[in-house]
T-cell receptor, first 113, second 111 residues
Framework: DAGVIQSPRHEVTEMGQEVTLRCKPI?????LFWYRQTMMRGLELLIY????????DSGMPEDRFSAKMPNASFSTLKIQPSEPRDSAVYFC???????????FGSGTRLTVV | GENVEQHPSTLSVQEGDSAVIKCTYS??????FPWYKQELGKGPQLIID?????GEKKDQRIAVTLNKTAKHFSLHITETQPEDSAVYFC??????????FGAGTRLFVKA
């Protein structure tokens, strides 16, 4: 298995632009998580899905952030409009055992200038 | 919600020495205790985990010990090697979905 696949690896965008991050979980995993990592705040859970259904999005910082999971093999995290304080590494993770052990992707490093 | 603290925040050891990282948590309902290793430019990787019905688990040079009464668990790395240099995170949970990660411990292994 190729593991959790995230794209792009790096994204540089201007403030106000829309950003879309993509994730392909491991086949057969039914839980998917989006995390954000910064030096100041560490790893923060933004939203998680179980069987493609959003379960808890209380970690999403603002209405500018949205996430979708249209099918079991694909999820997106969208920021519109982006702001410099959104600069961070965004990780997607999946799990087959209802949260017992996550497999993380390599992350997307987002820079908003 | 769960409060998670890791100590120390930074640890420097000589190659071949042992390293111990401690994680304390607040939620007595936690029953799953994993450790993740994050190397530069990569996502965290699960390296060892333990359930609440077990006190200790070993996998080659790494081990995790759990003290549920005191609400802490520790990662032990023996015979450290330069490739063990990384950031280590604990992430106790009820085995549900809302896992809170510790702030991380940066381990340096000096050759």
């Amino acid at each position: 298995d190729a593991g959790v696949i995230q794209s792009p690896r790096h994204e540089v965008t201007e403030m106000g632009q829309e950003v879309t991050l993509r994730c392909k979980p491991i086949s057969g995993h039914n839980s998917l998580f989006w995390y954000r990592q910064t030096m100041m705040r560490g790893l923060e859970l933004l939203i998680y899905f179980n069987n493609n259904v959003p379960i808890d999005d209380s970690g999403m910082p603002e209405d500018r952030f949205s996430a979708k999971m249209p099918n079991a093999s694909f999820s997106t995290l969208k920021i519109q409009p982006s702001e410099p304080r959104d600069s961070a590494v965004y990780f997607c993770a999946s799990s087959s055992r209802q949260g017992y052990g996550y497999t993380f992707g390599s992350g997307t490093r987002l820079t908003v200038v | 919600g769960e409060n998670v603290e890791q100590h120390p925040s930074t640890l420097s050891v000589q190659e071949g020495d042992s390293a111990v990282i401690k994680c304390t948590y607040s939620d007595s309902a936690s029953n799953y205790f994993p450790w993740y290793k994050q190397e530069l430019g990569k996502g965290p990787q699960l390296i060892i985990d333990i359930r609440s019905n077990v006190g200790e688990k070993k996998d080659q040079r790494i081990a995790v010990t759990l003290n549920k009464t005191a609400k802490h668990f520790s990662l032990h790395i023996t015979e450290t090697q330069p490739e063990d240099s990384a950031v280590y995170f604990c992430a106790p949970s009820e085995g549900g979905f809302k896992t809170i990660f510790g702030a991380g411990t940066r381990l340096f292994v000096k050759a």
